[in-house]
């Protein structure tokens, strides 16, 4: 069981440098990566522009009949978004919008096999983490 663990962890590290790669190609400016609180994790925070951004990393090692993003469930969803909260107060709640991105990783046995960046997977967050209207 422990080096299935490890496979797995192994797996998601590199979905997530993957991801890391891409948000820096794509000019966004990274300012955490696997930040933890009670309420949840985020994989991934950075900015884009004016807007905050909390990224989830999915990564699956074979394309199948579903994607990477099926695996993240309504729970996980709402971790998300209550760790995005905690960020906006931990930093002092800045005068920002936030939005929640999915980026789905498909890894093969050489390298990264596919890569996708999807925008707005759960409501975005006004500025200064008040709950958003979409």
Same mark, same amino acid.
């Given at each position: 069981?422990? +080096? @299935?663990?490890?496979?797995?962890? #192994?797996?998601?590290?590199?979905?997530?440098?993957? &991801?890391?790669?891409?948000?820096?190609? #794509?000019?966004?400016?990274?300012?955490?990566?696997?930040? %933890? =609180?009670?309420?949840?994790?985020?994989?991934?925070?950075?900015?884009?522009?004016?807007?905050? =951004? @909390?990224?989830?990393?999915?990564?699956?090692? +074979?394309?199948? /009949?579903?994607? $990477?993003?099926?695996? /993240?469930?309504?729970?996980?969803? %709402?971790?998300? @978004? +209550?760790?995005? /909260?905690?960020?906006?107060?931990?930093?002092? #709640? $800045?005068?920002?919008?936030? %939005? @929640?991105? /999915?980026?789905?990783?498909?890894?093969?046995?050489?390298?990264?096999?596919?890569?996708?960046?999807?925008?707005?997977?759960? $409501? $975005?967050?006004?500025?200064?983490?008040?709950?958003?209207? &979409?």
């Amino acid at each position: 069981m422990k +080096r @299935f663990r490890a496979a797995h962890l #192994k797996l998601g590290r590199r979905g997530e440098e993957a &991801a890391a790669r891409l948000l820096l190609a #794509k000019g966004y400016t990274l300012l955490a990566r696997n930040w %933890r =609180v009670r309420a949840g994790e985020l994989d991934i925070v950075a900015r884009d522009g004016a807007t905050l =951004v @909390f990224v989830e990393v999915k990564t699956l090692r +074979r394309i199948g /009949l579903y994607r $990477p993003g099926d695996n /993240l469930s309504p729970r996980q969803m %709402r971790r998300n @978004f +209550r760790a995005a /909260l905690r960020y906006y107060r931990a930093i002092g #709640k $800045p005068a920002l919008p936030g %939005r @929640f991105d /999915l980026v789905e990783v498909i890894a093969g046995r050489w390298g990264i096999r596919s890569i996708r960046h999807r925008h707005d997977y759960l $409501p $975005p967050l006004e500025p200064g983490g008040g709950r958003g209207h &979409a």
